[in-house]
């Protein structure tokens, strides 16, 4: 069974920052692509930023050049650097890992539990 615990979510003035951070644990062989979603109320969840195995990176225009992602692979854990935050930056946000448990097991999606980011103005 795999496991994502994140944390770092809460309450940031506009222009403010955040830092979430997201752990895997349990039996993984392998983690392919990580990722950040989000999803606002009354609105389906989106791509915000993912990394894949190799470190290279896309973002969501709303984002680029305001959010970085990193991941540590020793410690199974993606991050999400948000720098000057915008209101309509407020949301849950949902880490998002694209695993495999062995070494023939099929890719699986995996989700966090979701972390509040509010942004006030």
């Known amino acids: 069974q795999v496991q994502l615990v994140e944390s770092g979510g809460g309450l940031v003035q506009a222009g403010g920052s955040l830092r979430l951070s997201c752990a895997a644990s349990?039996?993984?062989?392998?983690?392919?692509?990580m990722g950040w979603y989000r999803q606002a109320p009354g609105n389906q969840r989106e791509l915000v930023a993912a990394?894949?195995?190799?470190?290279?990176?896309n973002y969501a225009d709303s984002v680029e050049g305001r959010f970085t992602i990193s991941r540590d692979n020793v410690k199974n854990t993606v991050y999400l650097q948000m720098n000057s935050l915008k209101p309509e930056d407020t949301a849950v946000y949902y880490c998002?890992?694209?695993?495999?448990?062995?070494?023939?097991?099929?890719?699986?999606?995996?989700w966090g539990q979701g972390t509040q980011v509010t942004v006030s103005s």
């Open positions: 349990g039996s993984i062989f392998s983690i392919n692509a």
């Open positions: 998002n890992f694209i695993a495999t448990m062995s070494p023939s097991d099929p890719r699986r999606w995996f």
């Open positions: 990394i894949s195995s190799g470190g290279s990176t």
